[in-house]
């Protein structure tokens, strides 16, 4: 079992930043690639990026990359999304999740390839 719980979220200005972080207990982190999802009012549950169990490598949606950064502490049990140039299309609640063991489906942002999700903080960007 993994737990995960999100923190930072909040309202922010388009072209603001914020940094989501996730801690994780249980199981052993580095056991689990991570990934960020966001789920906006009345739309599907969405892939944003994620992480190799070591951190070496980071995938990222289109509309994210290169304003987004996932990285991971395995000596804190952390990953941690850096929202730069926010725009309020990037309105959601955002999600934390721990990738199947073994999964190498994570990095194609696959929901049903990852197995333990947070609770979820609401990230709101005003124009």
């Known amino acids: 079992q993994v737990q995960l719980e999100e923190s930072g979220g909040g309202l922010v200005q388009a072209g603001g930043s914020l940094r989501l972080s996730c801690a994780a207990s249980?199981?052993?982190?580095?056991?689990?690639?991570m990934g960020w999802f966001r789920q906006a009012p009345e739309k599907e549950r969405e892939f944003v990026a994620a992480?190799?169990?070591?951190?070496?490598?980071?995938y990222y949606a289109d509309s994210v990359k290169g304003r987004f950064i996932i990285i991971r502490d395995n000596s804190e049990n952390a990953v941690y999304l850096q929202m730069n140039s926010l725009k309020p299309e990037d309105t959601a609640v955002y999600y934390c999740a721990a990738a199947r063991t073994g999964s190498r489906g994570y990095t194609k942002g696959l929901v049903g390839e990852y197995e333990y999700w947070g609770q979820g903080t609401q990230v709101t960007v005003s124009s």
């Open positions: 249980g199981r052993t982190f580095s056991s689990n690639a």
């Open positions: 992480i190799s169990r070591s951190g070496g490598f980071q």
